[in-house]
């Protein structure tokens, strides 16, 4: 027995190593979609970038910063870029530091590739949307559920660039709108307040103009609208003010 019990030891002691040596001779993907090899010390670097300001104007310099962008066994030593994605790289860089301009507007990709210092790159492509700031929708706040029946406040905002008054065009999702409310100083929030009848998920959709007319695009917001076991025919209430012990169990049992 004693014996069968080293040979089993021995056994798994051989065969421990090269299951070993196999996982570590493995490639993996890892969540950013770099490729990492484990093994003989050599593992390719992580590539990522960000850019300020997030949402650019046509001919805005953007600083592009690749600080993000490392290597777990060595250091980076090259950054190169290609701004208009036709694999070839437009400029590279010993710094993680990088501007560039886009002078149309729409949407950029900017793409990424760092080499180590053992000659191994990643590679990392990401889209820049570049567009006038009047065309930035406008933005919406408030309650993102709510009971049907009950009103709800939100506000709306949107900054002009020129600074000119405007208006805004809500749409409340069940078919009813604002239309074209008056005119508000750009960047000042309007508060407007909505009741929705049925239960539901509604987008909130909101546009803007300006004094000429000029149409931003459509902001949207998604509100989910349950039924509001609260609500009473406003004459069920009155009948129920002159009982208030029957309000009262009929609330417990409502709100239970
Ligand atoms: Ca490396
Ligand atoms: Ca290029």
Redesign the pocket.
Same mark, same amino acid.
């Given at each position: 027995m004693r014996k069968l019990l080293i040979g089993i030891i021995i056994i798994f002691l051989l065969l421990v190593p090269s299951v070993v040596s196999v996982s570590i001779n493995t490639t993996s993907q890892s969540k950013n979609g770099n490729i990492l090899y484990v093994g003989e010390d050599? =593992? +390719?670097?992580i590539t990522n970038f960000t850019w300020t300001p997030t949402f650019p104007e046509p001919g805005e310099p953007i600083l592009f910063n690749a600080s993000e962008s490392h @290597? +777990?066994?060595?250091y980076i030593t090259l950054y190169e870029w290609d701004w208009d994605n036709d694999g070839v790289f437009d400029e590279n860089h010993t710094s993680p530091l990088a501007t560039h301009v886009w002078y149309d507007e729409g949407e950029f990709p900017a793409t990424l590739r760092v080499t @180590?210092n @053992?000659g =191994?790159t990643g590679i990392k492509t990401r889209y820049v949307w570049v567009w006038m700031k009047w065309w930035w929708p406008p933005i919406i706040n408030g309650p993102t559920c709510g009971k049907v029946g009950v009103e709800y406040d939100y506000e709306f905002v949107q900054t002009n660039y020129e600074n000119d008054d405007i208006s805004y065009f809500i749409d409340w999702g069940d078919n009813t709108t604002t239309g074209w409310t008056d005119f508000y100083p750009a960047g000042m929030e309007i508060i407007r307040n909505h009741t929705w009848y049925e239960k539901g998920v509604y987008i909130i959709r909101a546009k803007a103009k300006d004094i000429y007319g000029r149409e931003c695009n459509w902001g949207e917001f998604e509100v989910t609208i349950n039924k509001n076991k609260a609500v009473y025919d406003s004459l069920f209430l009155r009948f129920l003010e002159r009982f208030p012990l029957l309000r009262e169990v009929l609330s417990r049992i409502i709100n239970h």
């Open positions: 050599n =593992l +390719f670097p @290597d +777990f066994d060595g @180590d @053992d =191994l």
